[in-house]
């Protein structure tokens, strides 16, 4: 499993960013994805996720945080996974991990190395 996040930065309060991560290694059109965060100081936050229905489709997530502002998307002819984040605050400030997940669960099973978004004027 290899997981690269990209996109990441730095960006004003009220900007926005959008993250990318790319997957190789299993299988991405049918694997459940999370975006989870850690802010300096701060255990890991579960951001958000797509999982997989009983049908083979998909449904997303989000943690109270971020509902409203950040919207979780996948490519799967690009194995790529995005998470677009608008509205940013201070508190949105952390390195930010894709993880692919356990099949029929929200347990992480493995991340990337993440990247590091800040937030500041």
């Known amino acids: 499993v290899q997981l690269v996040e990209s996109g990441g930065g730095l960006v004003q309060p009220g900007g926005s960013l959008r993250l990318s991560c790319v997957a190789s290694g299993f299988t991405f059109s049918s694997s459940g994805m999370s975006w989870v965060r850690r802010a300096p100081g701060k255990g890991l936050e579960w951001v958000s996720g797509?999982?997989?229905?009983?049908?083979?489709?998909?449904?997303?997530r989000y943690a109270d945080s971020v509902k409203g502002r950040f919207t979780i998307s996948r490519d799967n002819a690009k194995n790529t996974l995005y998470l677009e984040m608008n509205s940013l605050t201070a508190e949105d400030a952390a390195v930010y991990y894709c993880?692919?997940?356990?099949?029929?669960?929200?347990?992480?099973?493995?991340w990337g190395q993440g990247t590091q978004v800040t937030v500041s004027s």
């Open positions: 993880a692919v997940l356990i099949p029929g669960t929200w347990f992480l099973r493995s």
């Open positions: 797509i999982g997989i229905t009983l049908d083979d489709g998909y449904y997303t």
